[in-house]
């Protein structure tokens, strides 16, 4: 992604992370659902406790930091383009006592500077700002820094065998007809975001990048047509 493109894809989030949150707060896309799967997911790990986590795209990391403060964590690492997202996520970690490195800078470039390896890795609504050949590559790079036994939960929007066009038809009347706690400029926000820097991928060829790339893939059960969560599991040593 050009360095421009990077600044704006993420401007929405830095000018305007109250926007967000009130789609946080009222479930617009389903991060209360995700959540809950997600601490099911984390309980089935417990024999890698203390865990080692990598958050790709942290945001403010207030969901995956409240999620996380019942279990022992050894270290929590996240990535974010954003210095405004990352200073509320300080906030949020140390809040909730949990030992954590924060790096500023693009996710997929950061994952070649660190030689750690990580019990679980976590996504959730950053990687469809990448392109179909850097979701790919990233994927790749998420298999080699998961632990045997490990766990990389993404949670993303996805297109169910619509182009692209059509996805983003549907979504944008999806926002206009039901996210009414927001203004309109607010909305108007949103969808200009959507419409420059979102890339979704087909949900089904993803599943394949992700198997090709060795990772063992569950669909979570959401009745949602836009909003998923994958389940990518590393099988153990
Ligand atoms: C919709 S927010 C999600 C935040 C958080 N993960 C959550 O689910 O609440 C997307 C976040 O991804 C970040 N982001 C987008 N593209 C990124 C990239 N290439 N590298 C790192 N962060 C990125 C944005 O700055 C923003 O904080």
Redesign the pocket.
């Known amino acids: 992604?050009p360095q421009t493109m990077?600044q704006s894809?993420?401007q929405l989030?830095?000018d305007n992370w109250k926007i967000?949150q009130k789609i946080?707060n009222q479930n617009y896309m389903l991060?209360r659902e995700f959540a809950a799967k997600g601490n099911t997911a984390f309980k089935k790990l417990k024999s890698l406790e203390p865990f080692n986590v990598l958050?790709?795209?942290?945001?403010?990391a207030?969901?995956i930091s409240e999620q996380l403060s019942v279990f022992e964590i050894d270290s929590y690492i996240g990535?974010?383009?954003?210095a405004t997202?990352l200073a509320l996520a300080s906030k949020n970690l140390e809040s909730n006592n949990i030992a954590y490195e924060l790096c500023q800078?693009?996710?997929?470039m950061l994952l070649d500077t660190t030689t750690s390896s990580f019990d679980i890795i976590h996504s959730?609504?950053?990687i469809h700002?990448?392109g179909d050949s850097g979701k790919k590559t990233f994927l790749k790079k998420c298999f080699q820094k998961l632990s045997p036994g490990g766990l990389f939960i993404i949670?993303d929007v996805f297109r169910d065998a619509v182009s692209l066009e059509t996805y983003k038809r549907d979504y944008i009347s999806r926002i206009r007809s039901h996210w009414n706690y927001l203004p309109d400029n607010e909305k108007d926000m949103i969808i200009d975001h959507i419409l420059r820097y979102d890339y979704p991928a087909d949900i089904s060829i993803f599943k394949l990048w992700a198997k090709e790339a060795g990772f063992t893939v569950t669909t979570a059960t959401v009745k949602d047509s836009f909003h998923k969560m994958l389940l990518l599991s590393k099988a153990a040593n």
Do not use: K, N, P, R
């Open positions: 992604m990077v894809a993420t989030f830095t967000y946080i991060h958050d790709l795209g942290c945001g403010d207030q969901l990535y974010d383009l954003s997202a800078g693009a996710m997929e959730s609504f950053a700002h990448l949670i």
